[in-house]
């Protein structure tokens, strides 16, 4: 069972693309059930009857909660990731602001639903913790690159790791309010300083 | 039904001091209970057999859940601004410290637990909307003060904001996995470009 190739793709059958298409379904009303309703409100049977599957379907793709809901969450972050590294070449302001943008909507309300819920719960912890090394990870990877960032100076890295967790701190200043107003500031002066430390 | 007066503490019965003990017996065990259970897992009645208190008395102090545990937020909040600012004066580099170490203990959890629980409980919301704002406000203010800033001056504000973002962020980072090495390297760099910042 090795890696999806190209040819496979092209020879995919109606019943394969139509599981494909249940499945993403199934992931994307995960996501945003998570970031509407928080993980005590949601089970399987409320994202299957939001995604329009069987609850029977739904447990053919994903045999328990846990598996649904951080396959979820994996997903839309592969999506967002594919995104950022697709941007364009901009100046660093524009780099710093999409990556702030990464933690203000409902992706980053689903991811923070499920890591508090993970606290508390055994057998999401482990996976959880796991996940969100690997997106962070990744993140920072693409954080380094569209910054054009040398990591090999001394306080480059502690400097672009201390931006997004910025970042993660003003997404959770935005989870009750709108912040944006006060965001844009904030995000404003330290990009000055961020540019200053990459640039010195 | 004014202020209380020393003369008014003085002639407290111990009736009072019974009651005044309860009271900080039930928020003391309600944070801890947050902290380690979550929303879900927090209730009146395992904070009153926590706290060894009947849970008609629990009940008298807190006639409902909400009420419970904003208040006790709340009271933690006051008791570590309290700290801070009895802190005696020290180096920018040991106020930024002190200020980051505030997001990475049980109240920070605490809060965490409420807050997201907040974004999904109608009931909990504007209240704890209200407290947040007004702990984010008097945070701020403290880290102005012992770190000696001139809000007055441009970028000086902000960037403050944006250092208490970042330690929010770290206290998310904290959550599942003890993220203190890693930390301890970031919070070095930025308070070199916070006091970069400050000084310039």
């Known amino acids: 069972m090795g890696a999806v190739t190209a040819a496979d793709r092209a020879d995919r059958s109606p019943k394969q693309d139509r599981s494909r298409v249940t499945r993403q379904r199934l992931l994307e009303a995960a996501v945003a059930c998570l970031a509407e309703s928080g993980w005590a409100g949601s089970t399987v049977s409320v994202v299957a009857e939001r995604a329009g599957v069987s609850r029977g379907a739904a447990q053919h793709h994903f045999p328990t909660r846990e598996d649904l809901f951080t396959a979820a969450v994996e997903y839309v972050a592969e999506q967002r990731s594919t ?100 965001r844009e500031r904030v995000v404003a002066q330290w990009t000055v300083l961020v540019e200053g430390a990459l640039e010195n």
Do not use: C, K
Not at 100 to 119: C, E, I, K, Q
Not at 154 to 159: A, I, N, Q
């Open 83 to 182: 995104a950022l590294r697709e941007l364009p070449a901009q100046d660093r302001a524009s780099v710093v602001a999409a990556l702030v943008d990464l933690y203000t909507g409902p992706l980053f309300r689903a991811a923070l639903h499920l890591w508090v819920a993970a606290s508390n719960e055994p057998q999401l912890g482990s996976r959880v913790t796991e996940l969100e090394a690997r997106v962070g990870r990744e993140t920072h990877r693409i954080a380094v690159q569209l910054l054009g960032a040398d990591e090999s100076r001394p306080g480059v890295r502690e400097t672009i790791q201390g931006l997004l967790d910025m970042a993660r701190g003003l997404g959770l200043a935005n989870l009750l309010t709108d912040d944006g107003v006060r």
